[in-house]
């Protein structure tokens, strides 16, 4: 009932910037917590970057001073701006959000199907 699409991932050369964007759908929920994860081939599934629905962020160690995350909450949108890219952060980034029920009144999580980062050396 919830669909998270990804766009923006693409091949940039280190030290160039990137533009990730996640667009959230789905009816009498309501998006709480906002997300962008990552996954490098053969490694698990780690946090990046997240966001409230005031605004509050946080981010991994990795990336603080280089990504900026942000939302739009009349649009359930929410964007990571990649700065100074390494070629370690190569990656697929995935949108997640954790959403309530506004009829039964429970949380769910939600994952988009990702997109592809390459930063080339």
């Known amino acids: 009932q919830v669909q998270l699409v990804e766009s923006g991932g693409g091949l940039v050369q280190a030290g160039g910037s990137l533009t990730l964007s996640c667009a959230a759908s789905?009816?009498?929920?309501?998006?709480?917590?906002m997300a962008w994860y990552r996954q490098a081939p053969g490694k698990q599934r780690d946090l990046v970057a997240t966001?409230?629905?005031?605004?509050?962020?946080n981010y991994v160690d990795s990336a603080k001073g280089r990504f900026t995350i942000s939302r739009d909450n009349a649009k359930n949108t929410v964007s990571l701006q990649m700065n100074s890219l390494k070629p370690e952060d190569t990656a697929v980034y995935y949108c997640?959000?954790?959403?309530?029920?506004?009829?039964?009144?429970?949380?769910?999580?939600?994952w988009g199907q990702g997109t592809q980062v390459t930063v080339s050396s």
């Open positions: 997640y959000t954790q959403t309530l029920s506004m009829r039964w009144g429970f949380s769910q999580q939600w």
């Open positions: 789905g009816s009498g929920f309501r998006f709480d917590a």
């Open positions: 966001v409230s629905s005031d605004g509050t962020t």
